[in-house]
């Protein structure tokens, strides 16, 4: 009973019903007009006209612009406020201030050892604001489990900062295990941030988790702070997983700080994941884009330079290119990144092409691109989960799986449980990990980050856990079958996949 008081009483239901008794009063008093006939069929009629004159215009794609335009001429007001509210893909207006004002990432000169294709990669990154890095060691962490006791062994060591940026942030063992090792570097003067995601751990933590971090000494704040009001800014959302240690070694990943992610509690069976740690120059590029992400949400604009560390030795295991990017909504990134850098990688392999995700909610572009893949003779591995956490979305998932498995794409099912993994690697040799889920709202609309590498150790440390998880898991053949509610729902929900 505690536990259903709690959660009625929550923010977060709070929040959800303030949310919903607005739009619910927007479609009362659409209701109430439309009882003058004449008048609410001209204006219907003209709205509707409006918005789809809006959505033909606007920069986005063709599978983005069906479902709204759809909507709008059913119903053209409730469409058009829908519209306003869940489409955007823009920044904000402060955001977009703050971001003028940023140091932006500085350039480094890339080693051109790699094949033409690779570099032409390296090019893209660096034509949209990402440079490109030789002087840094990688390696690859397969689970949750790996990359908290090298994490926590390296907070240790901390002696100047410690940046960290989490869409998830739950109190339990392992943010627990996190923070007793940032209190005592704080008594030695090392100074701490932590940059949440207010809606991603809306139900994870105390409405006054920030402030209690503040009295103890960490200099924490929630980005895009929920409030129970109607607006289109939720729908860009900080999934970002970073994390820098004194701008010498920095950490991104897929893991959020909560105990599934290290097997601590097993909602879905074992919970696998992966994060790559950085040791070198292309720390810089996590810093730079951490303290952009906190100057937007803190508001202020401080000085980068003094938190970009050189290293000092070229003595480096690692020979291989280096590039960190982050992607996120207009007009900060005017470029679809994270699209870009999949699609490339996917129509580059030669020869195998191996890709770990959560939920495979594939546009056209992607459909195509992994069709033809595997119509030109490359070996296409797909690993999603066995044990869904979202059930609806799973539905969709296994739906994409039959079209792509009619195409030769090779289909494999994480039996352990679930696979959080956000991975791909081609030929064995260039390959990214990162926050980005195979979905229209990680292309679109939130801000995601990746570590690009070409002929690193991660990349080889990562092929080798893919394939080796490919060996472990199902192969599905196309012959399973969705349950009879979820065609209704792939039925219902194909169009509408970018609302989704």
Not at 226 to 240: F, Q
């Amino acid at each position: 009973m505690g536990k259903v008081l709690r959660l009625i009483f929550s923010r977060f239901t709070l929040v959800f019903l303030a949310i919903v008794l607005q739009v619910a009063a927007a479609i009362a008093v659409a209701y109430y007009l439309s009882s003058y006939y004449r008048v609410m069929s001209i204006v219907s009629t003209a709205v509707m006209i409006f918005t789809l004159l809006l959505i033909i215009n606007r920069d986005m794609t063709c599978d983005a612009k069906l479902p709204w335009s759809i909507l709008v001429s059913i119903v053209p007001i409730v469409g058009f406020l829908l519209y306003l509210m869940f489409s955007r893909n823009y920044a904000s207006l402060s955001e977009r201030k703050m971001f003028r004002l940023l140091p932006q990432m500085k350039f480094v000169e890339h080693h051109p050892n790699a094949p033409a294709k690779y570099l032409r990669q390296v090019e893209y990154l660096k034509s949209v604001g990402a440079p490109t890095f030789s002087e840094t060691d990688t390696r690859y962490f397969s689970c949750g489990e790996q990359f908290l006791e090298d994490f926590l062994q390296e907070l240790d060591k901390a002696q100047k900062f410690v940046f960290l940026e989490y869409f998830i942030v739950e109190e339990g063992k392992m943010l627990s295990s996190i923070l007793e090792v940032l209190r005592r570097k704080i008594a030695c003067g090392v100074e701490v941030r932590l940059l949440y995601d207010d809606v991603g751990s809306l139900t994870h933590v105390k409405r006054k988790f920030y402030k209690q971090m503040r009295k103890e000494g960490i200099w924490c704040a929630k980005f895009a702070p929920l409030r129970p009001m109607v607006s289109a800014v939720y729908n860009n959302r900080d999934h970002r997983k970073i994390a820098v240690i004194d701008g010498k070694v920095g950490y991104m990943s897929g893991l959020n700080i909560a105990d599934e992610y290290i097997n601590h509690t097993h909602p879905f069976g074992y919970w696998k994941d992966s994060a790559v740690k950085l040791s070198g120059n292309a720390v810089t590029s996590l810093c730079t884009m951490f303290l952009q992400m906190f100057d937007m949400a803190v508001k202020q604009r401080e000085d980068f330079d003094k938190y970009l560390v050189r290293s000092e030795t070229d003595d480096f295991a690692d020979k291989g290119l280096v590039t960190p990017f982050g992607d996120g909504p207009n007009p900060l990134y005017p470029e679809q990144l994270a699209r870009g850098v999949y699609l490339n990688l996917i129509d580059q392999a030669l020869y195998d092409l191996y890709i770990s995700t959560p939920y495979l909610i594939v546009d056209e572009s992607v459909t195509e691109s992994l069709r033809r893949a595997a119509m030109r003779g490359v070996n296409v591995n797909v690993i999603i989960p066995a044990i869904p956490d979202k059930k609806t979305v799973y539905a969709m998932t296994k739906q994409s799986c039959k079209k792509l498995i009619k195409a030769g794409v090779k289909i494999y099912s994480y039996t352990d449980g679930f696979i959080h993994a956000k991975n791909i690697v081609a030929d064995g040799i260039a390959g990214v990990v990162g926050t980005i889920n195979l979905d229209y709202r990680s292309f679109v609309h939130h801000y995601e980050c990746g570590v690009y590498m070409y002929d690193t150790q991660a990349v080889r440390q990562m092929y080798e856990d893919l394939t080796e998880t490919c060996k472990k898991s199902k192969l599905l053949d196309g012959s399973f079958r969705l349950k009879l509610w979820e065609k209704l729902v792939c039925m219902v929900t194909y169009v509408f996949r970018p609302m989704l």
